[in-house]
């Protein structure tokens, strides 16, 4: 989640009102259900459909006010409630495909008679799109790649893809047991203050998980004998450093609340391509066939936008074509 920032949802419920006492408060500020785990269920599995279903990735605007300025959000809360109570559901802006392809010059009249005008066919939505995604795309600045879609111009943040992508691969090899580990032919030492040194150790069963094997020397050295694989390559103290930073210090690493999560977030961080790194046309392919193959993936594990979206509406706004 991105520091300072923090999801707002507005959740509405329809139900029997014998399935509520409203007497569990003298100013009626409260009340409960009578299957509150039955409410919880349902109320859960609606986010969780929402939020799959969703589309996140911002779209951008060049000119006016920026997508998810505040009086946009208001804007949209009070048509979000207009429409409960008008019984609507919210719109749906999502504009459905519609690809069309001139014919092909085969098409010959039989019998001498002039064939029928030929109507423009609709294209499977499978060829335009793998042609988009992988062969319309290339990388800018060393750090974005810039995709054509069906909508418009998607530009990637390739470090925060990718993240997320080791992110969801290290949740899942951590749910199967141990991530695949390298061995180091030669075990690399690290020395570090010794608050820092304690702090590390401390973690030792939980940098196991990750595949990563490190002993103490000493009261000062650390052994590093393993590490994840999803991280590449390996630099010790930076690594450790790295590591404590992300868990707020040597004394915060010690508390157990939320410690694996962070963990898991600082190794796809440091697997994850950085910007600033040259990808080839096949390195470029693979990260967004793997994207595909994830499912929806609009934020890195901080919450930031792996990518954002110019539709062709608004280029061609710009370019005065409308």
């Known amino acids: 989640m991105t520091a300072g920032r923090r999801p707002v949802c507005f959740v509405f419920l329809t139900l029997d009102p014998r399935s509520v006492d409203v007497n569990v408060h003298p100013t009626k500020l409260e009340v409960r259900f009578r299957r509150s785990s039955d409410v919880y269920a349902q109320v859960l ?7 799959r279903n969703a589309s996140l990735t911002p779209r951008v605007t060049l ?23 008008a019984g609507a559901h919210p719109r749906d802006e999502r504009r459905p495909a519609a690809f069309t392809a001139s014919p092909g010059r085969g098409a010959a009249a039989g019998g001498g008679a002039s064939a029928p005008a030929a109507q423009p066919a609709p294209v499977p939505a499978a060829v335009p799109e793998l042609r988009a995604r992988f ?17 418009g111009v998607r530009l990637i943040d390739q470090h925060a893809l990718h993240e997320r992508i080791l992110y969801e691969r290290i949740k899942r090899g951590l749910e199967e ?53 999803v991280l590449g390559r390996f630099d010790g103290r930076s690594f450790f450093q790295d590591l404590l930073d992300e868990l707020e210090g040597p004394q915060e690493a010690r508390k157990v609340d939320g410690r694996l999560e962070k963990l898991t977030q600082m190794m796809a961080c440091r697997g994850a391509v950085k910007a600033g790194q040259r990808l080839s046309a096949g390195q470029m392919r693979q990260l967004l066939e ?22 062709r509406k608004e280029l061609d706004r710009q370019f005065r074509r409308t």
């Open 290 to 311: 793997q994207r595909d193959a994830l499912g929806p993936a609009d934020t890195c594990p901080h919450g930031r936008p792996t990518a954002v979206l110019l539709t």
């Open 63 to 85: 000119t006016g006010e920026a997508p998810g300025a505040p009086s946009q959000t208001r804007e949209g809360v009070r048509q979000a409630i207009a429409d409960f109570f």
């Open 135 to 151: 062969g319309n795309c290339i990388q800018v600045l060393d750090a974005y790649i810039v995709e054509e879609c069906e909508e």
């Open 45 to 51: 599995a609606a986010l969780r459909d929402g939020l």
């Open 177 to 229: 047991g141990a991530l695949a580990s390298q061995q180091l032919l030669v075990p690399e030492l690290v020395e570090m203050p010794q608050q820092e040194f304690y702090a590390v150790i401390d973690l030792k069963d939980d940098l196991a998980r990750f595949g990563m094997d490190i002993e103490a020397f000493g009261e000062r050295t650390i052994i590093v004998r393993s590490f994840p694989q």
